[in-house]
């Protein structure tokens, strides 16, 4: 997955030389982004963030000097332009939680890190978020829907029959090609629908998509 454009830059913070030097070579060699920065030190790498406003910063979560959670919430509440990927050994949902609340955009396991560092770095600079696939059931667990159920009412009442069947398939969590089979579709033509009843209903993505659709299950079978 080559990024085209070089102008994406980055830092890395990880107290594991190593570790770091992994996640470097992954993102130049195959990613094509532009790494303006590395550190071991959670104060060096807020610093750094400071002086150098990169596009995104992959910080560890627990480093000396300050943790990745801490430098979040700082730059949040700083209205920093820099979108913070955390990378961290932990899947407990407190943690889960308090990330996703400071405002970071990506959040990588560590042990799946291989796999998911650039799909995440891509995401994020695309203006999507990324979240490991093992952390999937914590993501629903965190969904409290912000419609109250009158509101949700109305807004399904303005669906279609097979806008609602796509919703229902939706909320059983069916992955798109298992949609796509089960309504002789194609794949695509699935992901448009998604992307249709998101604007429809007002979401901010398709992530707000699958909460308003698992929170509105029974609804859906009425």
Request: proline share 1%; charged share 25%; net charge neutral.
């Amino acid at each position: 997955m080559i990024n085209e454009n070089k102008k994406n830059t980055l830092i890395i913070a990880d107290d594991h030389p190593l570790f770091r030097s992994g996640v470097r070579a992954e993102l130049e060699i195959n990613g094509g982004f532009c790494i303006i920065g590395e550190t071991g030190n959670g104060a060096e790498a807020l610093k750094m963030i400071n002086e150098l406003s990169p596009d995104v910063a992959i910080l560890d979560f627990e480093m000396p000097g300050q943790n990745g959670l801490e430098i979040t919430q700082r730059l949040t509440k700083a209205g920093s332009r820099t979108k913070i990927i955390l990378l961290t050994m932990h899947n407990e949902k407190k943690i889960f939680i308090k990330a996703l609340n400071a405002g970071v955009k990506g959040y990588v396991l560590k042990d799946d890190a291989s796999l998911d560092i650039l799909n995440a770095v891509s995401a994020v600079v695309a203006g999507k978020e990324f979240i490991s696939g093992n952390l999937t059931s914590l993501l629903l667990e965190r969904m409290i829907d912000k419609t109250n159920d009158n509101e949700a009412a109305i807004l399904i009442k303005q669906l279609t029959t097979a806008e609602k069947q796509m919703l229902s398939l939706i909320s059983e969590l069916k992955t798109n090609d298992e949609i796509a089979d089960l309504l002789f579709i194609s794949k695509r033509t699935v992901e448009n629908h998604k992307v249709a009843l998101t604007r429809k209903l007002g979401l901010e993505s398709s992530r707000f998509l699958l909460k308003f659709a698992v929170n509105n299950k029974n609804s859906l079978a009425d």
